[in-house]
Nanobody, 121 residues
Framework: QVQLVESGGGLVQPGGSLRLSCAAS????????MGWYRQAPGKERELVAR???????TYADALKGRFTISRDNAKNTVYLQMSSLKPEDTAVYYC???????????????WGQGTQVTVSS
């Protein structure tokens, strides 16, 4: 099955930075888009940023300028560089990949297990 391995979450002080990584297993290919979503307690999951195979990026309006998404197609990996972090950025961050699973040869929408980001002094 497709596996997305996330890393880089943790506790950071306000104004600090973190870099999240998400590596997709090699059994997924023809990846259209990779992205990050987040869910804070009591709130719905929301888009943070996504990037297509051609490098087109989309960001949540409120996060533009502070967060940067990038990807390494050769490694099936997507990154999220977060800076000037605020307490309201505290959430579980989920990696998302849209691509073809090699076993079924069908396109699917896959999610990581989530990584906690806590911004607090």
């Amino acid at each position: 099955q497709v596996q997305l391995v996330e890393s880089g979450g943790g506790l950071v002080q306000p104004g600090g930075s973190l870099r999240l990584s998400c590596a997709a297993s090699r059994n997924i290919f023809s990846i259209n888009a990779m992205g990050w979503y987040r869910q804070a307690p009591g709130k719905e999951r929301e888009l943070v940023a996504r990037i297509t195979s051609s490098g087109t990026t989309t960001y949540a309006d409120a996060l533009k300028g502070r967060f940067t998404i990038s990807r390494d197609n050769a490694k099936n990996t997507v990154y999220l560089q977060m800076s000037s972090l605020k307490p309201e950025d505290t959430a579980v961050y989920y990696c998302n990949v849209v691509g073809v699973y090699i076993v079924t040869m069908t396109r699917g929408d896959y999610w990581g297990q989530g990584t906690q980001v806590t911004v607090s002094s």
